[in-house]
């Protein structure tokens, strides 16, 4: 038997606001922000490729399906890379970083748009 609460409601609400540092959120699951790197997820697993600032800068996953968050790393941003396997212009998406089960998503960098 479910039973809410004014506490319950409260916090699916505030769930469902974008926390600070959050990037943007997304109905898709969270596998489908990028490409895994088994190599990478083994090295986050092992602590020698992860997040400087643990989330500092994420995504929110929010839909049916693959509800998660991940953080966000670049080579040259927010990035502990002790043997030197990042790539320029690549954009590393941490799931459970932290946890046996770490895994890293690889995405490539969208460009920015310069204004004159």
Same mark, same amino acid.
């Given at each position: 038997?479910?039973?809410?609460?004014?506490?319950?409601?409260?916090?699916?609400?505030?769930?469902?606001?974008?926390? $600070? !540092?959050?990037?943007? +959120?997304?109905?898709?699951?969270?596998?489908?922000?990028?490409?895994?790197? #088994?190599? @990478?997820?083994? =090295?986050?697993?092992?602590?020698?490729?992860?997040?400087?600032?643990?989330?500092?800068?994420?995504?929110?996953?929010?839909?049916? $399906? !693959?509800?998660?968050? +991940?953080?966000?790393?670049?080579?040259?941003?927010?990035?502990?890379?002790? #043997?030197? @396997?990042?790539? =320029?212009?690549?954009?590393?998406?941490?799931?459970?970083?932290?946890?046996?089960?770490?895994?890293?998503?690889?995405?490539?960098?969208?460009?920015?748009?310069?204004?004159?």
């Amino acid at each position: 038997m479910l039973v809410l609460s004014a506490n319950t409601i409260t916090v699916v609400s505030v769930a469902k606001e974008r926390v $600070r !540092g959050q990037y943007a +959120t997304s109905k898709q699951p969270y596998w489908k922000v990028g490409t895994i790197d #088994k190599k @990478l997820s083994s =090295a986050c697993q092992r602590g020698e490729f992860r997040q400087r600032k643990y989330l500092v800068y994420s995504i929110g996953f929010d839909g049916g $399906r !693959g509800r998660g968050i +991940t953080g966000i790393a670049q080579k040259h941003w927010n990035l502990i890379d002790k #043997k030197g @396997l990042a790539k =320029a212009n690549l954009t590393y998406h941490f799931f459970n970083q932290g946890y046996s089960n770490c895994k890293v998503y690889v995405s490539i960098t969208p460009v920015r748009n310069r204004r004159n």
